[in-house]
């Protein structure tokens, strides 16, 4: 059984940083696709960020580009989401999620972590 863990998250002032982290166990970690999604609330569960298997391919929302960087290290088992120049509008509950395809669509992760929430305020 996949399981993921997520940590980092907490309250941050518009403009300061966060690191998400996503610890996976079970199955074999260098064989998954892992996503980033959120969910504000009263709101449903948006894509914000991929990485490909490698590390070599991500994507992401508009939102968050050239603010937010996805990375992973497969010899730990990990994700990171590291977020900069946070904004009130990124307060959310951020997930990881596994999938052995390639998709931003959350539908398509049959994995997900617990989630970790994120707070931008002043």
């Known amino acids: 059984q996949v399981q993921l863990v997520e940590s980092g998250g907490g309250l941050v002032q518009p403009g300061g940083s966060l690191r998400l982290s996503c610890a996976v166990s079970?199955?074999?970690?260098?064989?998954?696709?892992m996503g980033w999604f959120r969910q504000a609330p009263g709101k449903g569960r948006k894509f914000v960020a991929r990485?490909?298997?490698?590390?070599?391919?991500?994507v992401y929302v508009d939102s968050v580009k050239g603010r937010f960087t996805v990375s992973r290290d497969n010899a730990k088992n990990a994700v990171y989401l590291q977020m900069n120049n946070l904004k009130p509008e990124d307060t959310a509950v951020y997930y990881c999620?596994?999938?052995?395809?390639?998709?931003?669509?959350?539908?398509?992760?049959?994995?997900w972590g617990q989630g970790t929430q994120v707070t931008v305020s002043s």
């Open positions: 999620a596994a999938s052995l395809g390639f998709s931003i669509r959350a539908s398509d992760y049959p994995y």
């Open positions: 990485i490909n298997w490698s590390g070599g391919n991500t």
């Open positions: 079970g199955g074999t970690f260098s064989s998954y696709v």
